[in-house]
């Protein structure tokens, strides 16, 4: 756990009624928690939100957790409830009337089935944000389709966009779609919380994962959409489709290293190798960037990574080193930026996490708690929503509530 | 150009100083000149942002804008001031009286020693939220090393994780670490902006790339980091290196389909391959993954995608089509949720765009304006600032301020 002094919370006060499960949703939620909201995590009575089921090489940490929801998870206290339940439906709606924020991710309609869409709480607060998220949107020929990252990179044209010309394309090896989906609701609850102290009115908003990744590739789509031409993969280690050469991944002795854009003929210079100076216009950059690529990388393989890139830095070549997530834990930079940090778990120990990305000078997002257990925090919740204990263990009693310890 | 009906802004009335280029900054002002606040983009006098010289294919929109400038500027007016004029500087700070904003991504320090760092903006008025951008924040062993997208996304290990374990590793065909900035800023500023109407106070924000997308690859570090083991690019269409089979893209007869998280035995039993039940536990899903790819393969290459598809959605697999840019706009969901739509600009004609990407029900963001050519609003900002006609005819004069037409 981060032992920073106390800090005045951007998000103080505001309650977010978080429905929401996988990773869209709750990396949203988690973000606003950081900045100090408070995150009450409704999950299902019984097995709780899916992703605790999931994870990475097969294996648990601490034997039992996912790496998955401990990431997306800290901050929040849990509730575990059967949404079905009438009693809890009534429940959700007492609770609702001084809330600030209600997030869900459900399939579309499913929510709204159940007696919790954004119409109903309106009823009991109109001054609620609701805030859905979906893969595709709340209708159209994919509304029933499954919505899930990797999906979306691929419908979106990101993965056509990564990898090799003369091989298949890849996904981004991370959770992208799902991430971006997430800062977009980010983005739409905090401007509505924004326009709801100016003029009072809650609203609802849709976002979804699909039109988040186009808007995240808005530049490829400008390009092939205005200049009459594919995004063709290159053949070689250039860096991205629409790119001239150099910009790219190039070998060296131990490793690899990416060279962005940079003057070709300091890099050429810099490299020793004069005879590169006849590619040197953009159009030939271009048009010849394979071939480009190949001339530079027998050059960069000359030289261990460290070696070259003191060089290249040293001319404002613009390069960097290519970590893996083991040597990034250890870079320099990482290491005094502070960005790894530990919260201690009641089953994962002490887990070594992300730290809030952003920097506050009045309020710093912190971390304050760490992921928590199916419905912990069920008995403290609804006290302080005014429930009586007797009426508390009836809820547990009839099966409507889970309290994990 | 969008002619959607007028709609409240939720930005409305919130005046952004946007110093900014390139893509992150741009990219976060963008969003919230989407939501309604005035965008001012204030850029060198003379050749502008750097984004306007830079494209892909080596071409240009309408034979002279930069498809990425277009993609990231649309809903600002520019004006372009020579900063190192004492002249802009007294303007600028008069600004500054009535802004809300300010947003830069200079490398560190460069801002501050022209006399607009925070303390300076801050001494003319307190309420002033600052954001300012970085590659690596602002201190620390890399502070003087350029930043930039596919330089973090390697630093960060997004690039070790993408592509195939047998070959070199590949960038993800997006800016997205810097576009992870930009919607960091935005969280950052839009909280800030929230705490000062409770408050009354501004303050810094500082967003750096590095941390950005460290945070948006926190499920990776923390399985690695907690559960000892490193992630390893899959030597097969497997398509995230902590992913059990089938998680992948597959090859078809015509194209590529994905393949996500889906129960082992419904996916064998609808390529009709009951062989592959052998294979049917996670453990041996991840271990044996490349194999498990393989066998999936050969079963997934009978099908033309749309009928793989359609078997598959059927007994709700969770799949979809690899699409390209080109396949992805004419995409029926894509088409559905009009994410494409154009606006008209001076030079590049109607020019294709990406919609915003949320909706909202009482504040939907909307593109008001295309992207300003160098300086195009200069006039008209400082009269608005209520600077005389003779006088902005003396900027010009001395140099100090751009106008294209």
């Known amino acids: 756990m981060t032992s920073e002094p106390p800090v005045q919370r951007a998000l103080e006060g505001v309650t977010v009624l978080d429905f929401s499960h996988l990773l869209q949703g709750p990396f949203a939620t988690q973000l606003l928690g950081d900045m100090g909201a408070n995150i009450i995590k409704i999950e299902r009575a019984g097995s709780g939100d899916m992703f605790r089921s999931m994870t990475f090489f097969a294996k648990w940490v601490g034997g039992s957790e996912s790496p998955n929801f401990l990431a997306w998870n800290r901050n929040k206290r849990s509730i575990a409830l059967n949404l079905k339940s009438k009693k809890v439906h009534d429940l959700i709606m007492e609770m609702a009337k001084t809330a600030d924020v209600v997030v869900q991710n459900f399939r579309p309609g499913v929510f709204d089935r159940l007696g919790y869409g954004y119409e109903d709480f309106k009823a009991v607060n109109p001054r609620i944000i609701y805030c859905s998220g979906s893969g595709y949107g709340e209708e159209g020929p994919y509304v029933?389709?499954?919505?899930?990252?990797?999906?979306?990179?691929?419908?979106?044209?990101?993965?056509?966009?990564?990898?090799?010309?003369?091989?298949?394309?890849?996904?981004?090896?991370?959770?992208?779609?799902?991430?971006?989906?997430?800062?977009?609701?980010?983005?739409?609850?905090?401007?509505?919380?924004?326009?709801?102290?100016?003029?009072?009115?809650?609203?609802?908003?849709?976002?979804?994962?699909?039109?988040?990744?186009?808007?995240?590739?808005?530049?490829?789509?400008?390009?092939?959409?205005?200049?009459?031409?594919?995004?063709?993969?290159?053949?070689?280690?250039?860096?991205?489709?629409?790119?001239?050469?150099?910009?790219?991944?190039?070998?060296?002795?131990?490793?690899?290293?990416?060279?962005?854009?940079?003057?070709?003929?300091?890099?050429?210079?810099?490299?020793?190798?004069?005879?590169?100076?006849?590619?040197?216009?953009?159009?030939?950059?271009?048009?010849?960037?394979?071939?480009?690529?190949?001339?530079?990388?027998?050059?960069?393989?000359?030289?261990?990574?460290?070696?070259?890139?003191?060089?290249?830095?040293?001319?404002?070549?613009?390069?960097?080193?290519?970590?893996?997530?083991?040597?990034a834990a250890e870079d320099p930079q990482v290491r005094h930026m502070n960005m790894l940090t530990t919260y201690e778990h009641p089953r994962g120990g002490t887990v070594r996490v992300v730290a809030p990305a952003i920097r506050m000078s009045e309020t710093q997002p912190v971390i304050e708690r760490p992921a928590p257990l199916i419905g912990e925090h069920g008995r403290e919740i609804l006290a302080e929503f005014g429930m009586a204990p007797d009426d508390i263990d009836s809820l547990v009693a009839d099966g409507d509530m889970t309290i994990e310890t």
Chains 1, 2 share one sequence.
């Open 144 to 327: 029933d389709r499954p919505g899930q990252d990797m999906l979306i990179q691929g419908l979106a044209g990101l993965i056509d966009n990564t990898g090799r010309g003369d091989q298949a394309p890849v996904p981004a090896g991370a959770g992208l779609a799902d991430q971006i989906g997430a800062m977009n609701m980010v983005y739409g609850i905090l401007g509505a919380l924004y326009w709801r102290e100016k003029t009072g009115k809650g609203q609802k908003i849709e976002v979804n994962l699909l039109a988040g990744m186009l808007a995240h590739l808005a530049q490829e789509y400008v390009a092939v959409l205005n200049l009459g031409q594919d995004l063709k993969r290159p053949n070689s280690g250039i860096g991205h489709p629409g790119m001239q050469a150099p910009f790219g991944i190039y070998e060296t002795k131990d490793g690899y290293v990416s060279i962005a854009m940079s003057p070709f003929k300091t890099l050429y210079e810099v490299l020793e190798a004069p005879e590169l100076a006849v590619y040197d216009d953009l159009a030939t950059l271009y048009d010849k960037r394979d071939e480009v690529w190949e001339k530079v990388n027998a050059e960069t393989r000359k030289y261990g990574s460290a070696e070259l890139l003191e060089r290249m830095l040293a001319v404002d070549i613009w390069c960097a080193q290519v970590n893996d997530i083991r040597t």
